[in-house]
């Protein structure tokens, strides 16, 4: 089963989208991942149906507005009949949107590991347990993967989209459920949480302690291992649920989509990102590559175009004689089309003709990246460039239409 | 008060609005004055590596230009040097499983991996080992643990070498003569909301407030007023257009639309950014239109900056200004 999945492929978005149960959008930080998870799980809503939820993070707010989202915690809500309506488009099935809340997602943790009520008490009241959970390591990615987990098991969704948090490193999302495991599985652990006083004793940790209480202070210290004995009480629930976690990122209902921009630091990451998928044998659907210049803007058509916009609105100061032939026709024409003054479409046309190389150059690059992006995945979508911000619903299937294209 | 004049400068910002290249830039545009600079970069992703076109950068810095030194941080190492310097630990090498014991804690106590990195730093500032230290700080997520991190210590930890160590950096740090923060942005709505964020954020959890802004990739306007009536009409004159230049006239067309429109959209966005923050100066970089990436991209940047910040440096680099093209 598991070598059957990775031998196809999807051949497109709609297809990625109708034959699995979860989607995980990774990528570099500001390339669109909020945006592009949205958008996919509005595409699967609209034209796929069932019932499909997108974990969204930090969305804008223009953009949580339009999904009802924002300050509503830890439910789903569904993005109402209206919406649609108000957009001239009628769904197959329902769009749903959460948003992840950090603090409410660990204080719901604590609740389900916690063995009896005096440890609930204890680790939600302990003066390190906000400033921990909020800082530790990876916590966002772990809350993420653990909130996808519940999320499928509920069995309310057909397809669950997550838009994975922003991240260091993209990769730590796929680690935080093993990190997890070790952390508690880890003997510094065990070892942090003997009762304070007879570690002193011990010839291995006597070094650390004494060098320790010099910089932190003994009472730090005491804070610590009284938190960490605490969190040890649910360490079976907790590794039993990371272990949970991680399987659900490797089975076969799950697929991965790197989202990335055509920059050079982006389309790096997104290469990496796709290698490391691969190679922990995960099911990488689809890269998209957004905010894409247009192929024609490439086209040699384009360029030979451009030239002869340039050399028909060449100034008449520079060359007078010229411009009684063609190409200053050209300008007097068009000036009488659009009813302006033949100086000011002279110096618009010009502009524009000189201004195409800049985007050549960069649209060029990009197709090189794109190409680069292509050998790592089957599948590589490119969404344009956009000329206005995504902020409704109408924007998010402007671009579901093009991941289709 | 000149930002570069100032001996500590954050930089920081979304991920993905081009950071590493500005806190690169302003390094090399301070080198170029004649300053010993340090550039550290704090999220070990390598990218300032690669502004430089340099191998990989480690905690102990290294020459990449003039006047120019480079490095990662790493907790790890800082540790080290830390106990050496300050605890007097004999054995250095007997230190391996105490760093790593030490790492484990500090991944999960508040603020102390925070500590290690901006104690770092100060300890560079106060020393008074490089004229200017410029950091390739944290995404503004992660920005105000760092620079906070002394705040939280003293919060958290009530005696030890480390609270006492607090008072020092905290003053260094909230010091605006000394300390300075640029928060990077692009004319987009995420990373400006981020930036307003932060700006609010900063003073109240860290003491330390923004210094500047530095909006990059803004496109120029190409049109005026006029201008733009006769671009939004040449629909009108397609035909015209297409006899003249050819068909791929199109895409010319639609080049300068996309580049107009997304100007329009950025324009707004600064125009907000402004409106929220008017009290701090915003430094502009213009997009680059250029197909170069690494030191040649953190050069034009550099160009871009030192006209923002009215530095002349002379030599005789004045022809590369970005202005030009862009």
Same mark, same amino acid.
């Given at each position: 089963?598991?070598?059957?999945?990775?031998?196809?492929?999807?051949?497109?978005?709609?297809?990625?989208?109708? +034959?699995?149960?979860?989607? *995980?959008?990774?990528?570099?930080?500001?390339?669109?991942?909020?945006?592009?998870?949205?958008?996919?799980?509005?595409?699967?809503?609209?034209?796929?149906?069932?019932?499909?939820?997108?974990?969204?993070?930090?969305?804008?707010?223009?953009?949580?507005?339009?999904?009802?989202?924002?300050?509503?915690?830890?439910?789903?809500?569904?993005?109402?009949?209206?919406?649609?309506?108000?957009?001239?488009?009628?769904?197959?099935?329902?769009?749903?949107?959460?948003?992840?809340?950090?603090?409410?997602?660990?204080?719901?943790?604590?609740?389900?590991?916690?063995?009896?009520?005096?440890?609930?008490?204890?680790?939600?009241?302990?003066?390190?347990?906000?400033?921990?959970?909020?800082?530790?390591?990876? +916590?966002?990615?772990?809350?993420?993967?653990?909130?996808?987990?519940?999320?499928?098991?509920?069995?309310?969704?057909?397809?669950?989209?997550?838009?994975?948090?922003?991240?260091?490193?993209?990769?730590?999302?796929?680690?935080?459920?093993?990190?997890?495991?070790?952390?508690?599985?880890?003997?510094?652990?065990?070892?942090?949480?003997?009762?304070?006083?007879?570690?002193?004793?011990?010839?291995? +940790?006597?070094?650390?302690?004494?060098?320790?209480?010099?910089?932190?202070?003994?009472?730090?210290?005491?804070?610590?291992?009284? #938190?960490?004995?605490?969190?040890?009480?649910?360490?079976?629930? #907790?590794?039993?649920?990371?272990?949970?976690?991680?399987?659900?990122?490797?089975?076969?209902?799950?697929?991965?989509?790197?989202?990335?921009?055509?920059?050079?630091?982006?389309?790096?990451? /997104?290469?990496?990102?796709?290698?490391?998928?691969?190679?922990?044998?995960?099911?990488?659907?689809?890269?998209?590559?957004?905010?894409?210049?247009?192929?024609?803007?490439?086209?040699?058509?384009?360029?030979?175009?451009?030239?002869?916009?340039?050399?028909?609105?060449?100034?008449?100061?520079?060359?007078?004689?010229?411009?009684?032939?063609? %190409?200053?026709?050209?300008?007097?024409?068009?000036?009488? /089309?659009?009813?302006?003054?033949?100086? $000011?479409?002279?110096?618009?046309?010009?502009?524009?003709?000189?201004?195409?190389?800049?985007?050549?150059?960069?649209?060029?690059?990009?197709?090189?990246?794109?190409?680069?992006?292509?050998?790592?995945?089957?599948?590589?979508?490119?969404?344009?460039?956009?000329?206005?911000?995504?902020?409704?619903?109408?924007?998010?299937?402007?671009?579901?239409?093009?991941?289709?294209? | 008060?000149?930002?570069?004049?100032?001996?500590?400068?954050?930089?920081?910002?979304?991920?993905?609005?081009?950071?590493?290249?500005?806190?690169?830039?302003? /390094?090399?545009?301070?080198?170029?004055?004649?300053?010993?600079?340090?550039?550290?970069?704090?999220?070990?992703?390598?990218?300032?590596?690669?502004?430089?076109? /340099?191998?990989?950068? +480690?905690?102990?810095?290294?020459?990449?230009?003039?006047?120019?030194?480079?490095?990662?941080?790493?907790?790890?190492?800082?540790?080290?040097?830390?106990?050496?310097? #300050?605890?007097?630990?004999?054995?250095?090498?007997?230190?391996?499983?105490?760093?790593?014991?030490?790492?484990?804690?500090?991944?999960?106590?508040?603020?102390?991996?925070?500590?290690?990195?901006?104690?770092?730093?100060?300890?560079?500032?106060?020393?008074?080992?490089?004229?200017?230290?410029?950091?390739?700080?944290?995404?503004?997520?992660?920005?105000?643990?760092?620079?906070?991190?002394?705040?939280?210590?003293?919060? *958290?930890?009530?005696?030890?070498? $480390?609270?006492?160590?607090?008072?020092?950096?905290?003053?260094?740090?909230?010091?605006?003569?000394?300390?300075?923060?640029?928060?990077?942005?692009?004319?987009?709505?995420?990373?400006?909301?981020?930036?307003?964020?932060?700006?609010?954020?900063?003073?109240?959890?860290?003491?330390?407030?923004?210094?500047?802004?530095?909006?990059?990739?803004?496109?120029?306007?190409?049109?005026?007023?006029?201008?733009?009536?006769? $671009?939004?009409?040449?629909?009108?004159?397609?035909?015209?257009?297409?006899?003249?230049?050819?068909?791929?006239?199109?895409?010319?067309?639609?080049?300068?639309?996309?580049?107009?429109?997304?100007?329009?959209?950025?324009?707004?966005?600064?125009?907000?950014?402004?409106?929220?923050?008017?009290?701090?100066?915003?430094?502009?970089?213009?997009?680059?239109?250029?197909?170069?990436?690494?030191?040649?991209?953190?050069?034009?940047?550099?160009?871009?900056?030192? %006209?923002?910040?009215?530095?002349?440096?002379?030599?005789?680099?004045?022809?590369?200004?970005?202005?030009?093209?862009?």
């Amino acid at each position: 089963m598991a070598a059957a999945r990775r031998a196809a492929p999807s051949a497109d978005i709609e297809s990625l989208l109708a +034959s699995k149960e979860m989607l *995980l959008v990774c990528g570099s930080g500001g390339v669109g991942k909020t945006t592009m998870a949205a958008a996919l799980a509005a595409y699967a809503a609209t034209e796929i149906g069932g019932r499909v939820l997108v974990l969204t993070v930090d969305p804008a707010r223009r953009l949580a507005d339009a999904l009802g989202v924002g300050r509503l915690g830890n439910d789903a809500t569904r993005v109402s009949a209206e919406a649609f309506a108000a957009v001239g488009v009628e769904p197959r099935g329902e769009l749903w949107a959460a948003m992840l809340d950090t603090k409410a997602g660990w204080d719901e943790l604590i609740r389900r590991h916690a063995p009896d009520s005096r440890v609930e008490a204890s680790v939600l009241a302990n003066p390190l347990y906000q400033n921990i959970t909020s800082r530790f390591v990876h +916590s966002h990615d772990y809350l993420a993967m653990e909130r996808l987990h519940e999320l499928h098991a509920s069995g309310q969704y057909d397809l669950i989209v997550v838009d994975t948090p922003p991240s260091r490193n993209a990769l730590d999302v796929l680690d935080a459920p093993v990190r997890m495991k070790e952390f508690f599985g880890s003997r510094l652990l065990k070892w942090l949480t003997v009762p304070y006083r007879s570690r002193l004793f011990t010839a291995a +940790s006597k070094p650390f302690y004494q060098v320790a209480d010099r910089v932190l202070g003994s009472r730090f210290l005491q804070d610590i291992a009284e #938190f960490f004995i605490l969190f040890q009480a649910m360490e079976a629930g #907790f590794v039993e649920h990371a272990r949970e976690v991680e399987q659900l990122l490797a089975d076969p209902r799950t697929s991965f989509v790197v989202v990335s921009t055509l920059e050079a630091a982006p389309a790096h990451e /997104a290469r990496f990102l796709a290698r490391e998928l691969t190679r922990r044998e995960l099911h990488l659907g689809a890269i998209v590559a957004n905010r894409a210049l247009p192929s024609s803007f490439t086209a040699k058509a384009s360029a030979a175009s451009a030239r002869k916009l340039l050399r028909a609105t060449e100034s008449a100061d520079a060359d007078p004689d010229d411009d009684d032939d063609d %190409d200053g026709d050209l300008v007097t024409a068009v000036a009488h /089309a659009l009813d302006a003054e033949p100086r $000011v479409v002279r110096g618009v046309l010009h502009e524009i003709a000189a201004r195409f190389h800049d985007l050549a150059v960069v649209a060029a690059r990009e197709a090189e990246r794109r190409a680069e992006l292509g050998t790592m995945c089957p599948l590589v979508v490119a969404v344009p460039v956009l000329d206005h911000d995504v902020n409704d619903l109408g924007d998010l299937l402007e671009v579901a239409r093009h991941l289709d294209a | 008060m000149p930002l570069l004049d100032r001996r500590l400068v954050f930089v920081t910002g979304k991920g993905g609005v081009g950071k590493t290249s500005v806190a690169a830039a302003l /390094a090399l545009l301070a080198a170029r004055q004649g300053r010993s600079v340090l550039v550290c970069e704090m999220d070990a992703k390598g990218s300032l590596a690669a502004a430089f076109d /340099a191998p990989p950068l +480690s905690f102990q810095p290294r020459l990449v230009e003039p006047q120019l030194w480079a490095m990662a941080m790493n907790t790890e190492d800082s540790l080290r040097e830390y106990l050496r310097l #300050f605890v007097r630990v004999p054995f250095i090498g007997r230190i391996g499983p105490l760093a790593r014991t030490f790492d484990f804690v500090a991944d999960a106590a508040p603020g102390v991996k925070e500590i290690l990195a901006v104690g770092k730093l100060c300890h560079e500032v106060r020393e008074r080992n490089y004229d200017l230290v410029v950091v390739d700080a944290e995404a503004t997520g992660h920005i105000v643990a760092q620079v906070g991190a002394p705040k939280v210590i003293r919060d *958290l930890v009530n005696v030890g070498l $480390v609270r006492e160590q607090t008072d020092w950096m905290l003053e260094l740090l909230q010091d605006p003569g000394t300390t300075g923060v640029a928060i990077v942005t692009t004319p987009e709505e995420m990373p400006v909301t981020e930036t307003t964020e932060l700006v609010a954020r900063l003073p109240v959890e860290t003491g330390v407030d923004a210094t500047v802004l530095i909006a990059n990739r803004v496109l120029p306007a190409l049109f005026d007023r006029r201008q733009t009536a006769v $671009v939004d009409g040449l629909d009108r004159a397609h035909r015209l257009l297409v006899d003249a230049a050819g068909r791929g006239v199109d895409a010319v067309v639609d080049a300068a639309r996309i580049t107009e429109a997304r100007r329009r959209v950025g324009a707004g966005h600064l125009a907000r950014l402004q409106q929220v923050c008017p009290d701090l100066p915003m430094l502009i970089v213009p997009e680059l239109f250029t197909r170069a990436t690494g030191r040649r991209v953190v050069e034009l940047v550099a160009d871009a900056l030192a %006209d923002e910040l009215d530095i002349v440096v002379d030599d005789g680099r004045a022809g590369t200004r970005p202005g030009g093209s862009a």
